[in-house]
Protein backbone atom coordinates (compact mmCIF):
# COMPACT_ATOMS: atom_id res chain seq x y z
CA UNK A 1 0.00 0.00 0.00
CA UNK A 2 1.60 3.46 -0.83
CA UNK A 3 0.69 6.20 2.14
CA UNK A 4 -2.40 7.53 0.43
CA UNK A 5 -3.65 4.24 0.33
CA UNK A 6 -3.05 3.75 3.99
CA UNK A 7 -4.36 6.79 4.57
CA UNK A 8 -7.46 6.42 2.80
CA UNK A 9 -8.48 3.30 5.94
CA UNK A 10 -7.53 6.25 8.76
CA UNK A 11 -10.50 8.77 10.09
CA UNK A 12 -10.16 11.17 12.67
CA UNK A 13 -12.66 10.46 15.69
CA UNK A 14 -16.13 12.56 14.83
CA UNK A 15 -15.41 12.87 11.16
CA UNK A 16 -18.40 10.71 9.76
CA UNK A 17 -21.61 9.91 10.88
CA UNK A 18 -21.86 8.06 13.85
CA UNK A 19 -25.09 6.59 12.77
CA UNK A 20 -24.09 4.69 9.41
CA UNK A 21 -21.24 2.81 10.86
CA UNK A 22 -20.87 0.20 13.65
CA UNK A 23 -17.85 0.60 15.79
CA UNK A 24 -14.91 -2.46 16.24
CA UNK A 25 -12.72 -2.78 18.98
CA UNK A 26 -9.63 -5.12 18.00
CA UNK A 27 -6.57 -6.08 19.13
CA UNK A 28 -3.78 -7.74 16.92
CA UNK A 29 -0.03 -8.82 16.86
CA UNK A 30 1.47 -7.91 13.29
CA UNK A 31 4.65 -8.28 11.94
CA UNK A 32 5.30 -4.98 9.83
CA UNK A 33 4.08 -1.32 9.60
CA UNK A 34 1.24 -1.00 13.01
CA UNK A 35 -0.68 1.84 10.30
CA UNK A 36 -0.21 -0.62 6.98
CA UNK A 37 -1.77 -3.64 9.37
CA UNK A 38 -4.61 -1.59 10.13
CA UNK A 39 -5.52 -0.91 6.84
CA UNK A 40 -4.93 -4.55 5.69
CA UNK A 41 -7.75 -5.16 8.01
CA UNK A 42 -10.07 -2.56 7.31
CA UNK A 43 -9.48 -3.41 3.90
CA UNK A 44 -9.74 -6.96 3.68
CA UNK A 45 -13.44 -6.68 5.63
CA UNK A 46 -14.72 -3.81 3.47
CA UNK A 47 -13.49 -3.02 0.02
CA UNK A 48 -10.84 -5.11 -0.29
CA UNK A 49 -9.97 -4.45 -4.22
CA UNK A 50 -11.67 -0.77 -4.54
CA UNK A 51 -11.16 -0.35 -8.13
CA UNK A 52 -11.00 -1.64 -11.58
CA UNK A 53 -7.83 -1.82 -13.81
CA UNK A 54 -7.60 1.25 -15.55
CA UNK A 55 -10.65 3.03 -14.18
CA UNK A 56 -11.01 6.14 -12.37
CA UNK A 57 -13.27 5.35 -9.07
CA UNK A 58 -12.30 5.04 -5.33
CA UNK A 59 -14.85 3.64 -3.40
CA UNK A 60 -13.63 3.78 -0.06
CA UNK A 61 -14.57 7.02 0.83
CA UNK A 62 -18.19 5.31 1.30
CA UNK A 63 -17.48 1.72 1.89
CA UNK A 64 -14.50 1.62 3.49
CA UNK A 65 -14.36 0.37 7.14
CA UNK A 66 -11.67 3.23 8.64
CA UNK A 67 -9.31 3.18 11.78
CA UNK A 68 -10.20 5.96 14.21
CA UNK A 69 -8.02 4.78 16.85
CA UNK A 70 -4.59 2.80 17.11
CA UNK A 71 -2.45 2.13 19.48
CA UNK A 72 0.57 0.03 19.46
CA UNK A 73 3.83 -1.66 21.72
CA UNK A 74 6.75 -3.37 20.54
CA UNK A 75 6.71 -7.45 21.12
CA UNK A 76 10.87 -7.48 21.11
CA UNK A 77 10.05 -10.92 22.14
CA UNK A 78 8.05 -11.65 18.90
CA UNK A 79 4.04 -12.79 18.88
CA UNK A 80 3.24 -13.89 22.07
CA UNK A 81 1.99 -17.62 21.14
CA UNK A 82 3.87 -19.92 18.29
CA UNK A 83 2.37 -19.14 14.93
CA UNK A 84 2.83 -21.70 12.05
CA UNK A 85 4.30 -19.51 8.88
CA UNK A 86 4.02 -16.57 10.87
CA UNK A 87 4.95 -13.50 8.76
CA UNK A 88 8.53 -11.69 9.21
CA UNK A 89 9.29 -8.31 10.68
CA UNK A 90 9.09 -6.21 14.12
CA UNK A 91 6.07 -7.34 16.12
CA UNK A 92 3.58 -5.26 17.53
CA UNK A 93 0.88 -5.63 19.80
CA UNK A 94 -2.07 -2.93 18.76
CA UNK A 95 -5.04 -2.30 19.56
CA UNK A 96 -7.47 -0.66 17.22
CA UNK A 97 -11.34 1.15 17.13
CA UNK A 98 -12.40 0.59 13.63
CA UNK A 99 -15.77 2.19 12.65
CA UNK A 100 -17.21 0.05 9.82
CA UNK A 101 -20.25 1.00 7.47
CA UNK A 102 -23.35 -1.37 8.25
CA UNK A 103 -25.01 -0.46 4.60
CA UNK A 104 -22.07 -2.56 3.49
CA UNK A 105 -24.22 -5.39 5.05
CA UNK A 106 -27.67 -4.15 6.52
CA UNK A 107 -29.07 -5.47 9.23
CA UNK A 108 -28.28 -9.56 8.36
CA UNK A 109 -26.82 -11.44 10.96
CA UNK A 110 -24.93 -13.81 9.07
CA UNK A 111 -23.68 -10.84 7.09
CA UNK A 112 -22.64 -8.81 10.00
CA UNK A 113 -20.93 -11.70 11.20
CA UNK A 114 -19.10 -12.16 7.85
CA UNK A 115 -17.83 -8.77 7.82
CA UNK A 116 -16.52 -8.22 11.13
CA UNK A 117 -14.96 -11.59 11.89
CA UNK A 118 -15.14 -13.48 9.18
CA UNK A 119 -12.10 -14.33 6.30
CA UNK A 120 -11.23 -10.35 5.92
CA UNK A 121 -10.26 -9.79 9.61
CA UNK A 122 -8.73 -13.57 10.39
CA UNK A 123 -6.51 -13.49 7.12
CA UNK A 124 -5.60 -9.66 7.10
CA UNK A 125 -1.52 -9.90 5.71
CA UNK A 126 0.92 -9.74 8.52
CA UNK A 127 -1.32 -10.73 11.08
CA UNK A 128 -1.95 -13.60 12.12
CA UNK A 129 -3.38 -12.79 15.79
CA UNK A 130 -6.23 -10.73 16.20
CA UNK A 131 -8.85 -10.64 18.34
CA UNK A 132 -12.56 -8.79 18.17
CA UNK A 133 -13.09 -6.92 21.43
CA UNK A 134 -16.03 -5.42 21.28
CA UNK A 135 -18.81 -4.39 18.74
CA UNK A 136 -21.37 -1.47 19.50
CA UNK A 137 -24.30 -0.57 17.31
CA UNK A 138 -25.86 3.07 16.41
CA UNK A 139 -29.40 3.12 17.05
CA UNK A 140 -29.92 3.41 13.27
CA UNK A 141 -29.23 -0.13 12.88
CA UNK A 142 -30.93 -1.25 16.16
CA UNK A 143 -34.20 -0.26 15.34
CA UNK A 144 -34.16 -2.70 12.26
CA UNK A 145 -33.95 -5.87 15.59
CA UNK A 146 -36.36 -6.91 17.62
CA UNK A 147 -34.16 -8.29 20.63
CA UNK A 148 -36.07 -9.98 23.08
CA UNK A 149 -39.57 -10.24 23.38
CA UNK A 150 -39.80 -10.61 27.09
CA UNK A 151 -36.47 -9.74 28.54
CA UNK A 152 -35.51 -9.49 32.35
CA UNK A 153 -38.98 -7.92 33.36
CA UNK A 154 -41.19 -10.21 31.23
CA UNK A 155 -39.32 -13.57 32.69
CA UNK A 156 -40.04 -11.64 36.03
CA UNK A 157 -43.90 -10.96 35.54
CA UNK A 158 -44.47 -14.65 34.33
CA UNK A 159 -42.69 -16.01 37.19
CA UNK A 160 -43.91 -13.34 39.53
CA UNK A 161 -40.41 -13.33 41.42
CA UNK A 162 -38.85 -9.95 41.88
CA UNK A 163 -36.27 -8.18 43.57
CA UNK A 164 -34.24 -11.60 44.02
CA UNK A 165 -32.28 -13.70 41.61
CA UNK A 166 -34.35 -16.15 39.36
CA UNK A 167 -33.54 -19.86 40.49
CA UNK A 168 -32.68 -22.13 37.69
CA UNK A 169 -32.14 -26.09 38.36
CA UNK A 170 -30.34 -27.84 35.22
CA UNK A 171 -32.55 -31.67 35.90
CA UNK A 172 -29.35 -34.08 36.61
CA UNK A 173 -28.73 -36.98 35.37
CA UNK A 174 -29.39 -35.00 31.58
CA UNK A 175 -28.47 -38.13 29.45
CA UNK A 176 -30.47 -41.42 29.25
CA UNK A 177 -33.25 -40.73 31.91
CA UNK A 178 -37.09 -41.81 30.31
CA UNK A 179 -39.35 -38.97 30.67
CA UNK A 180 -41.69 -39.70 33.68
CA UNK A 181 -38.50 -39.69 36.18
CA UNK A 182 -36.78 -37.04 34.46
CA UNK A 183 -40.10 -34.78 35.27
CA UNK A 184 -40.13 -36.44 38.89
CA UNK A 185 -37.35 -34.51 39.49
CA UNK A 186 -38.44 -31.37 37.99
CA UNK A 187 -41.61 -31.86 40.20
CA UNK A 188 -39.19 -32.50 43.61
CA UNK A 189 -37.02 -29.02 42.41
CA UNK A 190 -39.71 -27.07 41.98
CA UNK A 191 -41.54 -28.04 44.67
CA UNK A 192 -38.40 -26.85 46.69
CA UNK A 193 -38.05 -23.41 45.59
CA UNK A 194 -36.80 -23.26 41.84
CA UNK A 195 -38.48 -21.08 39.35
CA UNK A 196 -37.64 -22.77 36.14
CA UNK A 197 -36.50 -26.53 35.94
CA UNK A 198 -34.80 -26.91 32.53
CA UNK A 199 -32.97 -29.25 30.16
CA UNK A 200 -29.20 -29.83 29.75
CA UNK A 201 -27.99 -28.62 26.67
CA UNK A 202 -27.65 -31.99 26.04
CA UNK A 203 -30.66 -33.54 26.06
CA UNK A 204 -33.23 -32.68 22.96
CA UNK A 205 -35.26 -34.71 21.13
CA UNK A 206 -33.88 -37.90 21.89
CA UNK A 207 -34.99 -41.53 21.47
CA UNK A 208 -34.87 -42.53 25.49
CA UNK A 209 -36.61 -38.79 25.62
CA UNK A 210 -38.84 -37.77 22.93
CA UNK A 211 -39.45 -33.82 22.80
CA UNK A 212 -43.07 -34.22 22.98
CA UNK A 213 -42.76 -36.79 25.53
CA UNK A 214 -40.68 -35.08 28.05
CA UNK A 215 -42.32 -31.79 27.55
CA UNK A 216 -45.92 -33.33 28.52
CA UNK A 217 -44.62 -35.07 31.63
CA UNK A 218 -42.69 -31.94 32.57
CA UNK A 219 -45.65 -30.05 31.89
CA UNK A 220 -47.98 -31.77 33.96
CA UNK A 221 -45.55 -31.75 36.77
CA UNK A 222 -44.58 -27.75 36.72
CA UNK A 223 -48.54 -27.33 36.62
CA UNK A 224 -49.10 -29.99 39.68
CA UNK A 225 -46.22 -27.99 41.18
CA UNK A 226 -47.66 -24.59 40.37
CA UNK A 227 -51.00 -25.79 42.09
CA UNK A 228 -49.26 -26.96 45.29
CA UNK A 229 -46.93 -24.15 46.00
CA UNK A 230 -49.16 -21.47 44.74
CA UNK A 231 -46.57 -20.01 42.39
CA UNK A 232 -45.62 -19.69 39.22
CA UNK A 233 -43.19 -21.80 37.49
CA UNK A 234 -41.12 -22.70 34.33
CA UNK A 235 -40.41 -25.60 32.40
CA UNK A 236 -37.75 -24.72 29.93
CA UNK A 237 -37.33 -27.67 27.17
CA UNK A 238 -33.61 -27.75 25.04
CA UNK A 239 -35.52 -27.96 21.68
CA UNK A 240 -31.59 -26.93 19.73
CA UNK A 241 -31.95 -29.07 16.81
CA UNK A 242 -31.80 -28.18 12.55
CA UNK A 243 -32.35 -25.17 11.41
CA UNK A 244 -35.51 -25.79 9.95
CA UNK A 245 -37.28 -28.20 12.93
CA UNK A 246 -37.12 -25.03 15.70
CA UNK A 247 -40.11 -23.56 14.75
CA UNK A 248 -41.74 -27.04 14.71
CA UNK A 249 -40.08 -28.31 17.66
CA UNK A 250 -40.85 -25.11 19.79
CA UNK A 251 -44.80 -25.46 18.97
CA UNK A 252 -44.17 -29.05 20.05
CA UNK A 253 -43.18 -28.17 23.18
CA UNK A 254 -45.00 -25.55 24.33
CA UNK A 255 -48.18 -27.55 23.01
CA UNK A 256 -47.50 -29.95 25.39
CA UNK A 257 -46.55 -27.79 28.25
CA UNK A 258 -43.48 -26.04 28.10
CA UNK A 259 -43.50 -22.32 29.01
CA UNK A 260 -39.71 -21.31 27.51
CA UNK A 261 -37.70 -22.97 25.56
CA UNK A 262 -33.62 -23.04 24.96
CA UNK A 263 -31.19 -23.19 21.56
CA UNK A 264 -27.70 -23.43 21.77
CA UNK A 265 -27.19 -20.01 20.22
CA UNK A 266 -23.56 -20.80 18.29
CA UNK A 267 -23.96 -24.15 16.90
CA UNK A 268 -27.53 -23.49 15.63
CA UNK A 269 -26.65 -19.97 15.18
CA UNK A 270 -27.86 -16.58 15.14
CA UNK A 271 -30.06 -16.38 12.70
CA UNK A 272 -31.54 -18.98 13.18
CA UNK A 273 -32.36 -17.74 16.88
CA UNK A 274 -33.26 -14.51 15.14
CA UNK A 275 -35.72 -16.42 13.36
CA UNK A 276 -37.84 -18.82 16.10
CA UNK A 277 -37.75 -14.99 18.10
CA UNK A 278 -40.19 -13.91 15.01
CA UNK A 279 -42.27 -17.30 15.76
CA UNK A 280 -41.95 -17.98 19.52
CA UNK A 281 -44.95 -17.56 21.71
CA UNK A 282 -42.29 -17.85 24.89
CA UNK A 283 -39.24 -17.09 26.22
CA UNK A 284 -36.17 -18.32 24.31
CA UNK A 285 -33.12 -18.87 26.97
CA UNK A 286 -30.11 -19.54 24.41
CA UNK A 287 -26.71 -21.22 25.90
CA UNK A 288 -23.19 -21.20 25.17
CA UNK A 289 -21.72 -24.44 23.60
CA UNK A 290 -19.32 -23.34 21.31
CA UNK A 291 -18.36 -20.08 22.34
CA UNK A 292 -15.40 -20.95 24.04
CA UNK A 293 -13.82 -22.24 20.55
CA UNK A 294 -14.14 -18.43 19.97
CA UNK A 295 -13.12 -16.65 22.87
CA UNK A 296 -11.04 -19.02 25.23
CA UNK A 297 -7.36 -17.29 23.58
CA UNK A 298 -7.01 -13.96 24.60
CA UNK A 299 -4.53 -12.93 21.78
CA UNK A 300 -7.39 -14.00 19.29
CA UNK A 301 -10.56 -15.47 18.21
CA UNK A 302 -13.81 -13.50 19.38
CA UNK A 303 -14.35 -12.15 22.81
CA UNK A 304 -17.50 -13.90 24.58
CA UNK A 305 -19.44 -10.18 24.55
CA UNK A 306 -19.59 -9.76 21.39
CA UNK A 307 -21.26 -13.30 20.87
CA UNK A 308 -23.25 -12.04 24.39
CA UNK A 309 -24.50 -8.82 22.57
CA UNK A 310 -25.08 -10.96 19.16
CA UNK A 311 -27.59 -12.89 20.90
CA UNK A 312 -29.21 -10.25 22.84
CA UNK A 313 -29.64 -8.36 19.22
CA UNK A 314 -30.74 -12.48 17.73
CA UNK A 315 -33.66 -11.94 20.81
CA UNK A 316 -32.59 -14.18 23.39
CA UNK A 317 -34.43 -13.22 26.66
CA UNK A 318 -32.24 -15.36 28.62
CA UNK A 319 -28.19 -15.45 28.23
CA UNK A 320 -26.47 -18.40 29.96
CA UNK A 321 -23.13 -17.99 30.14
CA UNK A 322 -19.87 -19.29 31.26
CA UNK A 323 -19.62 -17.97 35.17
CA UNK A 324 -17.50 -17.23 38.04
CA UNK A 325 -15.18 -20.36 39.16
CA UNK A 326 -12.73 -22.13 38.14
CA UNK A 327 -13.97 -25.12 36.21
CA UNK A 328 -15.11 -22.30 33.46
CA UNK A 329 -11.89 -21.24 32.85
CA UNK A 330 -13.35 -17.68 32.07
CA UNK A 331 -11.86 -14.47 34.35
CA UNK A 332 -14.35 -12.83 36.33
CA UNK A 333 -13.89 -9.27 33.93
CA UNK A 334 -15.27 -11.26 31.41
CA UNK A 335 -18.00 -12.74 32.76
CA UNK A 336 -19.33 -9.33 34.47
CA UNK A 337 -18.52 -7.79 31.03
CA UNK A 338 -21.27 -10.24 29.61
CA UNK A 339 -23.66 -9.68 32.43
CA UNK A 340 -22.91 -6.09 31.57
CA UNK A 341 -23.80 -6.96 28.07
CA UNK A 342 -27.10 -8.47 28.70
CA UNK A 343 -28.52 -5.51 30.54
CA UNK A 344 -26.80 -1.69 29.50
CA UNK A 345 -29.05 0.24 27.19
CA UNK A 346 -28.66 -1.30 23.58
CA UNK A 347 -31.33 1.03 22.01
CA UNK A 348 -34.71 0.00 22.36
CA UNK A 349 -33.68 -3.86 23.02
CA UNK A 350 -35.06 -4.77 26.28
CA UNK A 351 -32.36 -6.12 28.44
CA UNK A 352 -31.77 -10.21 28.67
CA UNK A 353 -31.54 -12.09 31.61
CA UNK A 354 -27.82 -12.53 32.31
CA UNK A 355 -27.55 -16.71 33.74
CA UNK A 356 -23.42 -16.97 34.82
CA UNK A 357 -22.97 -20.64 35.24
CA UNK A 358 -20.71 -23.44 36.28
CA UNK A 359 -20.68 -25.37 38.93
CA UNK A 360 -23.27 -23.46 41.61
CA UNK A 361 -24.74 -24.59 44.67
CA UNK A 362 -25.97 -22.77 48.02
CA UNK A 363 -22.22 -21.87 49.12
CA UNK A 364 -21.72 -20.05 45.57
CA UNK A 365 -25.02 -17.50 45.67
CA UNK A 366 -23.53 -14.51 47.52
CA UNK A 367 -20.33 -13.99 45.61
CA UNK A 368 -22.61 -14.33 42.78
CA UNK A 369 -24.61 -11.97 44.01
CA UNK A 370 -21.97 -9.57 45.16
CA UNK A 371 -19.82 -9.59 41.69
CA UNK A 372 -22.66 -9.23 39.73
CA UNK A 373 -23.73 -6.10 42.06
CA UNK A 374 -27.91 -6.28 41.73
CA UNK A 375 -30.43 -9.07 41.98
CA UNK A 376 -30.91 -9.42 37.95
CA UNK A 377 -29.28 -12.51 36.75
CA UNK A 378 -30.62 -16.33 37.20
CA UNK A 379 -28.17 -18.73 39.51
CA UNK A 380 -28.28 -22.16 37.84
CA UNK A 381 -26.92 -24.87 39.65
CA UNK A 382 -26.96 -28.36 38.47
CA UNK A 383 -25.55 -30.88 41.76
CA UNK A 384 -26.60 -28.28 44.22
CA UNK A 385 -29.97 -28.91 43.61
CA UNK A 386 -30.10 -32.97 41.95
CA UNK A 387 -27.08 -33.72 43.47
CA UNK A 388 -28.14 -32.53 46.90
CA UNK A 389 -27.49 -35.27 49.52
CA UNK A 390 -31.19 -35.13 50.62
CA UNK A 391 -32.68 -34.96 47.19
CA UNK A 392 -33.70 -32.25 44.53
CA UNK A 393 -36.67 -30.55 46.76
CA UNK A 394 -33.98 -30.48 49.58
CA UNK A 395 -31.56 -29.12 47.04
CA UNK A 396 -33.89 -25.88 45.85
CA UNK A 397 -34.94 -25.17 49.46
CA UNK A 398 -31.12 -24.43 50.45
CA UNK A 399 -30.63 -22.59 47.67
CA UNK A 400 -34.01 -20.47 48.80
CA UNK A 401 -32.26 -20.51 52.23
CA UNK A 402 -29.52 -19.32 51.62
CA UNK A 403 -31.13 -15.96 49.67
CA UNK A 404 -32.83 -15.91 52.85
CA UNK A 405 -29.80 -15.49 54.56
CA UNK A 406 -28.15 -12.68 52.26
CA UNK A 407 -31.17 -11.37 52.29
CA UNK A 408 -31.19 -10.31 55.75
CA UNK A 409 -27.72 -10.25 56.19
CA UNK A 410 -26.96 -13.68 58.08
CA UNK A 411 -23.80 -15.63 57.68
CA UNK A 412 -24.76 -19.00 55.77
CA UNK A 413 -23.16 -21.20 58.55
CA UNK A 414 -25.32 -19.30 60.67
CA UNK A 415 -28.76 -19.67 59.03
CA UNK A 416 -28.25 -23.21 58.66
CA UNK A 417 -28.11 -24.08 61.83
CA UNK A 418 -32.01 -23.71 61.21
CA UNK A 419 -32.40 -24.70 57.98
CA UNK A 420 -31.26 -28.71 57.25
CA UNK A 421 -31.19 -28.73 53.38
CA UNK A 422 -28.45 -25.69 53.92
CA UNK A 423 -26.48 -27.76 56.45
CA UNK A 424 -26.43 -30.62 54.53
CA UNK A 425 -25.63 -28.68 51.26
CA UNK A 426 -22.56 -27.04 53.07
CA UNK A 427 -21.56 -30.51 54.25
CA UNK A 428 -21.73 -32.11 50.78
CA UNK A 429 -20.17 -29.27 48.83
CA UNK A 430 -18.57 -26.84 51.07
CA UNK A 431 -15.15 -28.98 50.83
CA UNK A 432 -15.28 -28.90 46.50
Known sequence: MTPDDIGAFFAAPGSVDPEAY?????????????????????????????????????????????????????????????VTDAPRGPVHRCRATIIHPHGNFGPRLPNLMSAVMGEGLFFTPGVPL????????????????EGPQFGVAGVRAQLQAYDRPIFFGVIKPN???????????????????????????????????????????????????????GVPKMYLANITDEVDRLCELHDVAVSAGANAVMVNAMPVGLSGIRALRRHARVPIVTHFPFIAAFSRVAT???????ITRLQRLAGADVIIMPGFGGRMMTPETEVLENVRACLEPMGSLRPSLPVPGGSDWAGTLATVHRLVGSTDFGFVPGRGVFGHPMGPAAGAASIRAAWEAIAHGVPLEEHAEHHASLRAAIEAFGTH
Open 300 to 306: HGVHSRV
Open 130 to 145: VRLEDIRFPESYLAHF
Open 22 to 82: LELDVTFECAGDPRVAAAHLCSEQSTAQWKRVNVHEDFRPQFAAKVITLQTEPQPDGFSIA
Open 175 to 229: IGLPPEPFAALGYEGWCGGLDIAKDDEMLADAPWSPLAVRAAALGAARRRAERET
